[in-house]
């Protein structure tokens, strides 16, 4: 069983950074893609950002492209996205995935594992 859970989330101003963190177990995190999906209330869950098992190849939303970069650390077996220049419109739960198939998690297919999620709540 694979086990992601994710850190970071909090309340913070328009305009603030913040840096979610997911952290996996088990010993094939190095085979999987990684991607962060949002969910705010009463809409539609929706990709955020994925980068492939080995951090060479990444895919934003059209919403984030530029003030988000998503990032792995494949010693520590954990996923970053650093979240620049927060908008209200960012606020929702956010979701760590892992998947074999990169595809899995642009388009939003069947997703292997999924976190618990972590609150981010952007103010203005």
């Known amino acids: 069983q694979v086990q992601l859970v994710e850190s970071g989330g909090g309340l913070v101003q328009a305009g603030d950074s913040l840096r979610l963190s997911c952290a996996a177990s088990?010993?094939?995190?190095?085979?999987?893609?990684m991607g962060w999906f949002r969910q705010a209330p009463g809409k539609e869950r929706e990709f955020v950002a994925a980068?492939?098992?080995?951090?060479?190849?990444?895919y934003y939303a059209d919403s984030v492209k530029g003030r988000f970069t998503i990032s792995r650390d494949n010693s520590k077996n954990t996923v970053y996205l650093q979240m620049n220049s927060l908008k209200p419109e960012d606020t929702a739960v956010y979701y760590c995935?892992?998947?074999?198939?990169?595809?899995?998690?642009?388009?939003?297919?069947?997703?292997?594992?999924w976190g618990q999620g972590t609150q981010v709540t952007v103010s203005s």
């Open positions: 995935a892992a998947d074999l198939n990169f595809y899995d998690l642009k388009y939003l297919r069947t997703i292997d594992y």
């Open positions: 088990g010993r094939t995190f190095t085979r999987y893609s």
């Open positions: 980068i492939s098992s080995g951090g060479d190849n990444t």
